[in-house]
C-alpha cells in the first residue's frame, strides 16, 4: 500500500511537501517546517503563509466503542443454552470488533531523530568555513474522529549544536490544534490555533502565534464556506538587525475569505474565492513610515478531478493592495494560481504549486514585494522498506521602489531505509542559492549547502 505526501508522514520523521489544493483536498493543508531545512528562509515563509490556511487533518480515527450485552442462558432448556452459548460467542466476536474500532479511531504517533552532519554556512551572516553539528528532531501526533468529530494535536522540536561548544545554536518548536464538528445537515464548524518560535543561540527568536476559525455548507450542487484567521508574528530579531529598514518589528495579519465551489463533487468544478485580508506594525502605526496595508483578492478557475489519483485547480489570481502612507501608490497583480497532485501509482506521490502574491519585505526600505514561487515534491516508496523525497522551491522577488530583485533556489533530497518496525535509516541533502539586486548592481550572492545522516524511531 502506498502513502500520499499530503498528512502522512512517512516512517521517517519529516514529512514531505504537501501543497494540496483547497477546493479539491480542503482538509490537507499542513505546515512545511522540516520540508527543508531550518534554515532555508523563503520555505519558512512559505510555510507561514500555507498554516494561515491550515486545515484539520484526519485520519483512521473513530469514536468510542458500543457495550455489547450477553444474554443469561436458560438452565431449563438444553436447546435455549446451546443457541445463547452461540449468542455469547457472537457477542465477545462484536466486543473485539468495537474494541478494534475504537482503537482504530484514535490515533497517537510519536517520533524521534537524531543526526550528524555538516553545514556550509550555518550562521547565514558569513562566509567562514563550515562546521559539524548534531541534530535532534521530536515530533507527536493525536488525532480523534467520531462521525461529527474530528480532532488533532499536533507538536514539533528541533535542536541543533556545533561541536565547537556544548550550548545549543539553534532551536525551534510548533504546536497546532484543530477541530471540526460536522452536523447532519452538511453544515460544519471548525477551528485551530497554532504557534511557531525559531532562534540562534543568543539572538532573539522570531514567535507566530495564530487561528482560524470556518464554517462551511455542504451540499450536492454547491459548497460555501466563510473563513476568518489572524497571525501576529514577534519579530525580535528582525527588529534588532534592520534598525536602518523601515521593515522588521512585530506585525499583525487578518484575513477573512468567502470560498463558493459548484458541483464539488463532480469531475469538472469550478470555484471561487473572494478575500480581503491587512497587515498592521503596530510600532510603526502613524508614523511616516507606515507599512500597514490592507489587501483585497479574488481567485478564479476550476478544479479537475477525473480520477482518485489525479486533482488540480487551474485559475487566475488577482489582489490589489493599499497603503496607509498616502505617499505609496496602490498596487495590481495578477497572475496564474495552479496547484496539482497527482499519483500515477501507489508508490508515486507528486505535488506541484505556482502562485505570486504581495507581501511586506522583511529586511529592506521597499514598502512591498511581488513574490512569485514555483514548488515541486514528490514522494517515491521504491520498496516496501525503503523511501525517497524530494523537493524544490524557485522564488523570484521584485521590489520595484528600489529598484531591486532577487532570485532563490532551494533543493531537498532525503530517503530512509527501514532497518526495523520501529526503526530507520536516513541520509538527507539540502542546498540553497541566492542572489540579490539593487539599482542593478549584486547585493548578495550566497550559497549553502547541508548534508546528514542519523536514524529515526517511531516510539
Not at 537524531?114 to 528532531?137: K, L, Q
Not at 452536523?183 to 543561540?201: R, W
Not at 532573539?204 to 450536492?220: D, I, L, Q, R, Y
Not at 507581501?359 to 525517497?388: C, H, K, M
Request: with cysteine; aromatic share 8%.
Amino acid at each position: 500500500m502506498g502513502w500520499h505526501l499530503c498528512l502522512k508522514k512517512l516512517v521517517t520523521t519529516v514529512p514531505v511537501v504537501c501543497l494540496c489544493m483547497p477546493s479539491a483536498i480542503a482538509a490537507d493543508r499542513t505546515s512545511l517546517r522540516g520540508v527543508l531545512p531550518i534554515h532555508s528562509e523563503s520555505m519558512l515563509n512559505l510555510q507561514r503563509e500555507l498554516a494561515r490556511d491550515r486545515r484539520l487533518t484526519t485520519g483512521s480515527i473513530g469514536s468510542a466503542a458500543a457495550t455489547a450485552t450477553v444474554e443469561e442462558a436458560d438452565p431449563s432448556d438444553d436447546d435455549d443454552e446451546d443457541e445463547d452459548s452461540t449468542d455469547d460467542d457472537t457477542s465477545d466476536d462484536g466486543d473485539r470488533d468495537d474494541a478494534k474500532e475504537q482503537d482504530d479511531r484514535l490515533n497517537v504517533a510519536a517520533r524521534m531523530a537524531a543526526s550528524i552532519g555538516y553545514d556550509s554556512n550555518f550562521d547565514e551572516e558569513n562566509d567562514g568555513p563550515g562546521s559539524v553539528f548534531h541534530r535532534y528532531d521530536a515530533s507527536l501526533d493525536v488525532s480523534y474522529q467520531t462521525d461529527q468529530l474530528e480532532a488533532e494535536l499536533a507538536s514539533e522540536a528541533t535542536l541543533i549544536d556545533l561541536f565547537d561548544n556544548g550550548t545549543f545554536d539553534r532551536w525551534a518548536v510548533s504546536n497546532s490544534t484543530s477541530m471540526t464538528r460536522k452536523l447532519d445537515s452538511g453544515l460544519s464548524y471548525s477551528f485551530g490555533l497554532n504557534q511557531e518560535a525559531d532562534a540562534l543561540s543568543g539572538g532573539a527568536p522570531t514567535v507566530n502565534a495564530g487561528g482560524f476559525a470556518e464554517v462551511k455548507k455542504k451540499a450536492s450542487f454547491i459548497t460555501a464556506s466563510v473563513r476568518g484567521s489572524l497571525d501576529y508574528e514577534v519579530d525580535q530579531a528582525g527588529s534588532e538587525e534592520d534598525d536602518d529598514s523601515i521593515a522588521g518589528g512585530n506585525s499583525l495579519t487578518r484575513d477573512l475569505e468567502l470560498g463558493l465551489q459548484l458541483r464539488p463533487e463532480a469531475k469538472v468544478s469550478p470555484f471561487l474565492r473572494l478575500g480581503i485580508s491587512d497587515v498592521v506594525f503596530p510600532e510603526r502605526s502613524g508614523s511616516v513610515n507606515s507599512l500597514n496595508a490592507t489587501g483585497r483578492y479574488a481567485v478564479a478557475g476550476v478544479t479537475l478531478k477525473p480520477n482518485e489519483k489525479f486533482a488540480m485547480d487551474i485559475g487566475g489570481r488577482f489582489e490589489r493592495r493599499s497603503f496607509a502612507d498616502d505617499a505609496v501608490e496602490d498596487v495590481e497583480i495578477s497572475f496564474a494560481d495552479i496547484r496539482l497532485t497527482w499519483s500515477p501509482v501507489d508508490e508515486l506521490d507528486l505535488n506541484a504549486q505556482v502562485r505570486r502574491y504581495l507581501t511586506t519585505p522583511d529586511t529592506s526600505d521597499a514598502t512591498y514585494a511581488q513574490i512569485t514561487e514555483y514548488v515541486f515534491g514528490l514522494g517515491w516508496q521504491v520498496t516496501e522498506r525503503t523511501n525517497l523525497e524530494l523537493s524544490a522551491l524557485y522564488e523570484q522577488t521584485d521590489e520595484p521602489e528600489i529598484d531591486g530583485d532577487a532570485d532563490e533556489l532551494s533543493l531537498s533530497f532525503k530517503a530512509s531505509q527501514q532497518l526495523t518496525s520501529t526503526v530507520d535509516w536516513f541520509v538527507a541533502a539540502d542546498q540553497t542559492w541566492r542572489r540579490s539586486r539593487e539599482d542593478g548592481d549584486i547585493e548578495d550572492d550566497y550559497y549553502r549547502l547541508e548534508v546528514r545522516t542519523g536514524l529515526a524511531f517511531k516510539l
